[in-house]
């Protein structure tokens, strides 16, 4: 069974210009959920979705970042005009569905730079 | 609003040390906690959910314990080897009643086992 899966593993990015990150959930998990960490910063919860729903958005910034989890494919994070703030490491995790404790795992995260 | 402590931010001792790790949180109205390690440059390794019923869980040479009304919670482990050098993170999963609910982090523990 294959762990979570991002891609890229590292993304470069000029100012201005769209980010998209994928993460492909663990087998028979439904519910993904996206994390950034800055530079000498704690992980921070940023939204949380389920096949064709999102659920909890709280942690997500007003403008610029969305984020889908299609009924088919991977979750996508997108980050429109990139600024060097968003410069971190993102993080997808993903847990099954139901009351199951809501043990959550981690992909190996992508790395973005902005220039 | 959940906030998470984790002290001390870093730790260095000898190998085949038995050390605790500490971690607190302000709302005790947890779903669960859950210990990870995260290596430079690497994504998160879930090491042991503790479910909010729970007082404490084993892997291991890796104990956690739970004191939900306390709002803490240890990692100990056991005879430290230098594979175990890593940044050692607690993060909690509020009961919003849906028991899925997004993770707050601490900042982590940062352990170097020396030789």
């Known amino acids: 069974n294959a762990g979570v899966m991002q891609n890229p593993r590292h993304l470069v990015r000029r100012r201005g210009q769209e980010a998209r990150l994928r993460c492909s959930p663990m087998?028979?998990?439904?519910?993904v959920y996206w994390y950034r960490q800055l530079p000498e910063e704690g992980l921070k919860f940023m939204v949380y979705l389920q096949k064709e729903n999102i659920i909890d958005e709280s942690g997500m910034p007003k403008e610029r970042f969305s984020a889908e989890f299609p009924k088919e494919g991977p979750s996508i994070l997108r980050i429109q005009q990139v600024v060097r703030g968003d410069s971190a490491a993102y993080f997808c995790?993903?847990?099954?569905?139901?009351?199951?404790?809501?043990?959550?795992?981690f992909g190996p995260g992508t790395r973005l730079t902005v220039l | 609003k959940q906030e998470v402590t984790q002290i001390p931010a870093a730790l260095s001792v000898p190998e085949g040390e038995n050390l605790v790790l500490n971690c607190s949180f302000t709302d005790s109205a947890i779903y669960n906690l859950q210990w990870f390690r995260q290596d430079p440059g690497k994504g998160l390794t879930s090491l042991l959910l503790i479910q909010s019923s729970q007082r404490e869980q084993t892997s291991g040479r890796l104990n956690a314990s739970l004191d939900k009304s306390s709002g803490r919670s240890t990692l100990y482990i056991a005879a430290s080897q230098p594979g175990d050098s890593a940044t050692y993170l607690c993060?909690?999963?509020?009961?919003?009643?849906?028991?899925?609910?997004?993770?707050?982090f601490g900042k982590g523990t940062h352990l170097i086992i020396q030789p």
């Open positions: 087998k028979g998990h439904s519910h």
């Open positions: 993060a909690v999963s509020l009961d919003s009643g849906g028991g899925a609910d997004g993770l707050t």
């Open positions: 995790a993903s847990s099954p569905a139901g009351y199951s404790y809501n043990e959550q795992f």
